[in-house]
C-alpha cells in the first residue's frame, strides 16, 4: 500500500506541475501577444527608433535628369584628395542659392565638427552618373541653435558651400515658400493641397541602396490630425491616411515642394516619418515648416555672403531659377484616387489608383 501510494503521489505531482507549467505558458503567451499589439500601436506616432526619413517608400524614380534640378545629395567620410565620395548618400537637401544648401538638423548634427569630411552633389537624377565637376566641398555647417535630437523641433540647418555654384545648365535654385496659403492645412470637405516629396536611397523597408532620385505625392493633412498629435505650428504634417507613400531613413533633409499655379516653391524639409508604419496602413510624416524659419535663414545667411547679387537666397515666389511644370495628368490621378482610398486594403488601393502610362 505504501509504496502505490508513493507512485500515485509521484503521478499526481507530476501533472500538477505539468499543468502549472501550461499555465504559465499561456499566461506569458498572452503577455507577449498584448506587448506586440501595444507596439504595434504605437509605432504609429511615437516609433523612435524609425523616426528620421531616409527613403522613399511608394515613390516613383525621376526619369528626367531635368525635372528637379535643385535636389542635393549629402555624402559622408569624403575623401577630398581623391574626389570621392566613400559612402553612399546619407541624406538628401536642395539648393536655395548659389551657395548654400539647406537640409534637416538632424542630418548633419553629429557632424558638425567634420565638416572636411562632408561633400554634396547637385542637381542628379542617378548618383552613378557623377562626375568630379559635380561635386561641392561644405566650408560650414549652421545648425538651428534650438535644434532638439529627441524631439527633432526646429529641425533644420544650412549648409555653407566652399565656392558657389556656377554652371546652371543643369541645375538650378529652388525658391522659398512666404505665402502661407500654399501649405493651408484644409478639412477634409475641401479640397487638399498636394505636395511632392524628393529624396535618395531606398525604396522598400530594409531594402538595398539604390542610386535613382524619387519622389512621391502626398496630402497636406488636415488642423485636426495635426491638433490631435499635438504638432507644432513650424511642422507640416502630411501623408495618406492608408499609408503607401513616406519617406525614412535618407530623405531626410530632402526638400517638400508645392505648386503654386505658376512655379514650384519648398515649403518644408523632411524630418521624419515612419517606415513600417507606412507599409502597414499609416503614414503621419512630419517636415519642418519653412515659412516659419525665413528670418532665421535670412539672418545666418546675410551674415558671410559677400556679394547680395549673387549669391542671396531666393526667398518669395518670384526669385529662384526654377520654375518647372505640374504633376501630369495621370500623377494628379493616381494622387486623388489614393487619397479616396478606393480599395479595402493599402495594396488594393494602390494597384486600383495606378494610372496607365500614356
Not at 532638439?148 to 565656392?163: F, H, K, P, V
Not at 488636415?222 to 503607401?244: L, R
Request: aromatic content about 12%; overall charge positive; hydrophobic content about 35%.
Amino acid at each position: 500500500m505504501n509504496k502505490k501510494f508513493c507512485f500515485n503521489k509521484k503521478i499526481l505531482f507530476f501533472i500538477l506541475f505539468a499543468i502549472l507549467l501550461l499555465l504559465f505558458i499561456l499566461i506569458m503567451s498572452k503577455l507577449v501577444l498584448i506587448k506586440t499589439s501595444y507596439r504595434s500601436s504605437a509605432s504609429e506616432i511615437s516609433n523612435t527608433n524609425d523616426k528620421s526619413g531616409s527613403y522613399i517608400i511608394g515613390g516613383t524614380s525621376v526619369l528626367d535628369p531635368k525635372k528637379w534640378p535643385f535636389t542635393v545629395i549629402l555624402f559622408d567620410i569624403f575623401d577630398k584628395k581623391n574626389f570621392e565620395p566613400l559612402t553612399y548618400s546619407f541624406c538628401s537637401g536642395s539648393l536655395i542659392s548659389p551657395k548654400w544648401v539647406l537640409t534637416a538638423a538632424h542630418c548633419v548634427f553629429e557632424r558638425k565638427n567634420n565638416v572636411s569630411e562632408l561633400g554634396v552633389v547637385i542637381g542628379l537624377n542617378n548618383i552613378a552618373t557623377w562626375q568630379n565637376k559635380d561635386i561641392y566641398i561644405l566650408k560650414k555647417i549652421i545648425i538651428h541653435e534650438n535644434f532638439n535630437s529627441t524631439t527633432l523641433e526646429n529641425d533644420i540647418a544650412l549648409l555653407e558651400l566652399e565656392s558657389p555654384v556656377k554652371s546652371f545648365n543643369t541645375i538650378k535654385t529652388i525658391s522659398l515658400n512666404d505665402d502661407l496659403s500654399l501649405e493651408n492645412i484644409k478639412s477634409k470637405t475641401q479640397k487638399y493641397q498636394y505636395g511632392v516629396i524628393l529624396g535618395y536611397g531606398l525604396t522598400e523597408e530594409n531594402g538595398p541602396k539604390v542610386n535613382s532620385l524619387y519622389q512621391g505625392v502626398i496630402p497636406i493633412r488636415s488642423k485636426e490630425v495635426a491638433d490631435k498629435y499635438k504638432i507644432k505650428n513650424t511642422q507640416i504634417a502630411a501623408g495618406y491616411v492608408y499609408g503607401g507613400v513616406c519617406p525614412t531613413h535618407g530623405d531626410s533633409g530632402g526638400p517638400f515642394i508645392s505648386w503654386n499655379g505658376t512655379r514650384w516653391l519648398q515649403i518644408g524639409i523632411t524630418s521624419w516619418g515612419f517606415g513600417s508604419a507606412c507599409i502597414n496602413g499609416t503614414s503621419l510624416q512630419l517636415y519642418t515648416r519653412i515659412s516659419s524659419y525665413l528670418d532665421w535663414i535670412k539672418e545666418k545667411t546675410s551674415q558671410v555672403i559677400c556679394n547680395v547679387s549673387c549669391h542671396k537666397v531666393f526667398i518669395g515666389p518670384n526669385q529662384g531659377l526654377f520654375f518647372g511644370i505640374p504633376l501630369t495628368e495621370k500623377e494628379l490621378k493616381e494622387f486623388n484616387c489614393r487619397w479616396n482610398g478606393v480599395g479595402e486594403t493599402l495594396y488594393e488601393t494602390f494597384t486600383k489608383c495606378l494610372q496607365p502610362t500614356p
